[in-house]
């Protein structure tokens, strides 16, 4: 591609200096605006519904598309597209918009479903981190198949703090999101010999009460939330059932320092953790084999050196972001080819 195309990036969790994929595309002709939807002011963090800061943020970026004729908007997560998408309807503005980390923990009903379907027609591309989640928002939302893109998520090593935020030999379970902790609870239950620490969100904390082997953090620094994954055993990924979608960003950092998995089989991970290779898989809301992997892996030396082989061998591929930086050049080389559609 010759012709300079304007890139408008519209994150919903990124922090202001995130940059997203500039520097790897930096030989490409291209300027871009950065837009952050974390919130700024008292009254952002105060009023989350409707969002402020994701309204605020996505009427800024429209606002620079307009500003740019011919520009590309990328957005993070399915509700900032959604509002870039209705702002640019509203103001007529025809930017190719390529809706990144399209995912939904909780997928909408009635009315927030019908004005997406609107909303989402509106958009070229979807990448979504799973292949089954290419089906499945196609069927929902209306979206023709061919706009659905699966790229895995990759990541750098996360940055850790460096002493051990939690002493001693234990496992852990972290995330906030599509978890099921009340299983994880009960399956620890009665195996006091092993320490277990969970680190989640308030709203998504186990509701029973916690034996003595448990550990709970609620709100961690990223750089303690790492260090937990950090220096564990192992690390548990207890999901809500069998579809959910969700952890994706907790098991490649986990993978990344190392440690491996004792997880929920569900088709939204499907893509990630290998039974027997990398992982451990059991069936969802089951106590008893939840528990009867934690064990084994916690008491079978020769298993765990297995898993951790495994895991040394693919931590090249889990890092490297050439299929999204390739997905990207791909993209933008379709948009200034007038010959070509964004497909």
Avoid at 60 to 68: K, L, Y
Avoid at 122 to 150: H, K, M, N, Q
Avoid at 228 to 238: Q, T
Wanted: net charge positive.
């Amino acid at each position: 591609m010759s012709e300079r195309l304007h890139i408008v990036n519209c994150a919903e969790l990124a922090d202001s200096g995130w940059t997203f994929l500039k520097e790897p595309l930096a030989d490409l002709p291209l300027d871009w605006s950065f837009f952050s939807a974390v919130p700024r002011t008292a009254l952002e963090r105060w009023i989350r519904r409707p969002n402020l800061a994701r309204v605020r943020c996505a009427w800024a970026a429209a606002s620079n598309a307009a500003r740019h004729p011919g520009s590309v908007i990328i957005s993070h997560l399915p509700r900032t597209t959604l509002w870039l998408s209705l702002f640019c309807w509203l103001r007529g503005i025809e930017s190719k918009h390529i809706a990144f980390a399209f995912n939904f923990t909780e997928l909408p009903t009635g009315f927030n479903r019908w004005l997406m379907r609107s909303a989402f027609k509106r958009v070229d591309r979807f990448v979504v981190y799973s292949t089954v989640e290419r089906s499945l928002y196609a069927d929902y939302f209306g979206i023709e198949p061919d706009r659905l893109d699966f790229l895995p998520w990759v990541m750098e090593t996360p940055r850790a703090s460096e002493l051990p935020f939690v002493g001693g030999q234990y496992i852990c379970a972290v995330g906030g999101e599509g978890r099921d902790y009340d299983t994880l609870v009960e399956a620890v239950r009665g195996m006091p010999h092993i320490p277990t620490v969970i680190v989640t969100r308030s709203y998504n904390a186990p509701r029973a009460p916690l034996p003595p082997n448990v550990t709970l953090f609620t709100e961690l620094r990223l750089d303690d939330f790492w260090n937990v994954v950090k220096h564990c055993r192992f690390m548990v990924v207890p999901l809500r059932d069998s579809q959910t979608n969700c952890g994706h960003i907790t098991i490649v950092g986990g993978l990344q320092l190392g440690r491996p998995i004792v997880a929920t089989a569900s088709r939204g991970i499907e893509d990630y953790v290998k039974s027997d290779t990398n992982a451990l898989v059991v069936a969802p809301s089951k106590p008893a084999d939840l528990a009867e992997a934690i064990g084994r892996l916690w008491a079978d030396p020769l298993l765990y050196g297995k898993l951790q082989t495994a895991i040394a061998e693919g931590i090249g591929s889990r890092r490297s972001e050439s299929a999204w930086t390739d997905y990207l050049r791909r993209q933008f080389a379709r948009i200034t080819n007038p010959r070509d559609s964004l497909t």
